[in-house]
């Protein structure tokens, strides 16, 4: 039988586990990857201060992000019409929406 303490204790943990799990959902994946490109990545989060599975994390929502430029500015290209020829609306549109900034990513993993 677990004393008063230790049973807070665990609902302390409970509480503040399911409170972090609200804002952060992951899924376990297993990948495959070059074993020179595993050494890099494992030396470049340690140096970063992350775990392994936040520094890939955290390059794949850099690609993501990057993606999601490329496809605007596709669409935004295709808006330009036969000519192609931007007008100064269009740039100024197109730079707004390649000019948002990358969410600011905590260090800790």
């Known amino acids: 039988m677990r004393s008063r303490a230790a049973v807070s204790s665990l ?3 409970i509480f503040c586990y399911q409170r972090y799990a609200c804002f952060v959902r992951t899924t376990k994946i297993s990948i495959a990857i070059d074993k020179q490109q595993l050494r890099l990545a494992r030396s470049a989060a340690k140096t970063e201060g992350l775990s392994l599975s936040a520094y890939i ?3 794949l929502g850099n690609q ?4 999601r ?3 605007a500015a596709r669409e935004l290209h295709a808006s330009w019409g036969t000519s192609a020829v931007p007008t100064a609306t269009d740039r100024e549109h197109f730079l707004a929406r390649m000019a948002r900034p ?3 990513r905590s260090r800790a993993a």
């Open 11 to 13: 609902r302390v943990a």
């Open 57 to 59: 994390a955290r390059a």
């Open 64 to 67: 993501l992000e990057d993606q």
């Open 69 to 71: 430029r490329i496809d």
């Open 102 to 104: 990358r969410a600011q």
